[in-house]
T-cell receptor, first 109, second 117 residues
Framework: RKEVEQDPGPFNVPEGATVAFNCTYS??????FFWYRQDCRKEPKLLMS???SGNEDGRFTAQLNRASQYISLLIRDSKLSDSATYLC??????????FGDGTTLTVKP | EAGVAQSPRYKIIEKRQSVAFWCNPI?????LYWYQQILGQGPKLLIQ????????DSQLPKDRFSAERLKGVDSTLKIQPAKLEDSAVYLC???????????????FGPGTRLTVT
């Protein structure tokens, strides 16, 4: 079993739709959680951190459930420019980061 | 502020040959990472440096891969000899506790796309 698991998708949604991605992790020593975005043939870039209380950044909302070892990302009012691969990242208190394999989103007009 | 620089951007070699990649992190970033990203997968950490010391190299295939970060700035990653399964994008990233929106934010370079034939 992988340390960080994501549904690979692809998710194909129309503009304006709401879409949610899930991520589960197996290491209970994980302390920090992030969502990165990776465009095709580009490098990953930090989208947002994930806090225990949940956090929102514009159209993006991230949630963490430590008891279930589960992270989610919700995108509201999808834009064409949201098309990308979304990578879940889990960091242990020892400083090791583990990336999921990503979920691919395509937003269509 | 200049980003993470990597070279070369592309490299094609035959199996059993050797290859080296170079990375220059963002100025002042103490932590440097090398990742391997195979098509369709997420980045896999190969090695992590804190200044010029190794923090984690548990997933580095040490029989063929080596990395160094002399003087705690630039870093090189070497593969010798290369195998077909080494075909991937090699990403370098850096981070600093005192920079970015988040102290753990990793800034990635554009990567080196390696093809082994």
């Amino acid at each position: 079993r992988k340390e960080v698991e994501q549904d690979p998708g692809p998710f194909n949604v129309p503009e304006g739709a709401t879409v949610a991605f899930n991520c589960t992790y197996s290491n209970s020593a994980s302390q920090s959680f992030f969502w990165y975005r990776q465009d095709c043939r580009k490098e990953p870039k930090l989208l947002m951190s994930v806090y225990s209380s949940g956090n929102e950044d514009g159209r993006f909302t991230a949630q963490l459930n430590r008891a279930s070892q589960y992270i989610s990302l919700l995108i509201r009012d999808s834009k064409l420019s949201d098309s990308a691969t979304y990578l879940c990242v889990v960091k242990t208190n020892a400083g090791k980061s583990t990336f999921g394999d990503g979920t691919t989103l395509t937003v269509k007009p | 502020e200049a980003g993470v620089a990597q070279s070369p951007r592309y490299k094609i070699i035959e199996k059993r040959q050797s290859v080296a990649f170079w990375c220059n992190p963002i100025s002042g970033h103490a932590t440097l990472y090398w990742y391997q990203q195979i098509l369709g997968q997420g980045p896999k950490l190969l090695i992590q440096f804190q200044n010029n010391g190794v923090v984690d190299d548990s997933q580095l295939p040490k029989d063929r891969f080596s990395a160094e970060r002399l003087k705690g700035v630039d870093s090189t990653l070497k593969i010798q000899p290369a195998k077909l399964e080494d075909s991937a994008v090699y990403l370098c990233a850096s981070s600093s506790l005192w920079a970015g929106r988040n102290p753990y934010e990793q800034y990635f370079g554009p990567g080196t796309r390696l093809t082994v034939t």
